[in-house]
């Protein structure tokens, strides 16, 4: 099959969810500009710094597999210091403290971290690194502005400034492109090799691509935009997993539930626990 591509919006059919799409609290997301929307799935992080208020307590957030990479910078203003790194996607859940005085963040598709970045994103799965590994300067440029800023806001201005200026869609690839929509409209129950004969190359090719521009393998991504899309499938009202197993390409129940509890770390009844209390609603599995 011969595919053309032509440019398009992938953010306009594909999105991502966190562990607690609702959370409240100390956390916020914010939307990018409009001349962002198509790279930033948002900026993210604590509303009011922690010397601010009084009754924020540290306590643990549970981090899942969003598809997505972030710059994070985290900062103690009492003490002055601040840190700035580079997190690529991630394929297992997590638990993180929340401990600074602030913490702000970047959260790029996957597709688009390398729109902004100086290095091709080649081991970045389950990376951690300083934001200055592959997008140079970015700690002399902005940390010390992030720090002094008082609020989330004033740091999403400086962050879509430094993007902007930075962002550059010549290296845009039009074999990740079409392969991301593939998957996405097939709600991930694809393979590599139907995947690579609908991009028209081979299978070796598409995995050096996705390795450069995704830092994950075609597989790899299929796998997550598909744990992704289930789990989105679980948070709706009238979510049926024997319906979920056919829609997504699952062998069998449980099949499903078996590739859920990979990615989400439990199981689909406890993780819709976690966020049942927002939604005013009992676990529907």
Wanted: glycine share 4%; aromatic share 14%.
């Amino acid at each position: 099959m011969l595919v053309i591509y032509m440019p398009f919006r992938l953010d306009k059919i594909f999105t991502t969810v966190t562990a607690n799409p609702t959370r409240a609290g100390n956390y916020t997301e914010i939307e990018p500009c409009d001349a962002l929307k198509p790279y930033i799935r948002c900026f993210w992080g604590s509303r009011y710094n922690k010397k601010d208020i009084s009754d924020i307590e540290n306590k643990k957030t549970l981090v899942i597999p969003d598809i997505c990479m972030d710059i994070m910078v985290t900062g103690n203003s009492d003490l002055n210091s601040i840190g700035s790194h580079f997190c690529g996607i991630n394929n297992f859940s997590y638990f993180v403290d929340e401990n600074d005085s602030f913490c702000f963040g970047i959260r790029f598709y996957a597709w688009s971290a390398v729109l902004f970045a100086d290095e091709c994103m080649n081991g970045v799965l389950n990376a951690f690194l300083d934001a200055d590994a592959y997008f140079f300067g970015f700690a002399r440029e902005l940390n010390e502005k992030l720090l002094n800023a008082e609020t989330i806001y004033e740091r999403k201005a400086i962050a879509e400034d430094f993007l902007l200026h930075r962002l550059n869609t010549k290296h845009e690839n039009s074999d990740i492109m079409n392969s991301l929509y593939f998957i996405i409209n097939k709600n991930g129950n694809a393979g590599v090799v139907e995947l690579s004969d609908y991009c028209v190359i081979s299978k070796r090719q598409l995995e050096r691509r996705f390795a450069e521009y995704t830092g994950v393998s075609p597989k790899q991504m299929i796998n997550l935009i598909r744990y992704q899309l289930l789990w989105q499938e679980c948070l709706k009202d009238n979510f049926n997993a024997l319906d979920a197993v056919e829609k997504f390409g699952y062998y069998d129940q449980s099949h499903l539930i078996k590739e859920f509890k990979k990615y989400h770390g439990m199981s689909i009844s406890d993780a819709l626990g976690n966020v049942s209390h927002f939604y005013n609603t009992k676990p529907r599995f």
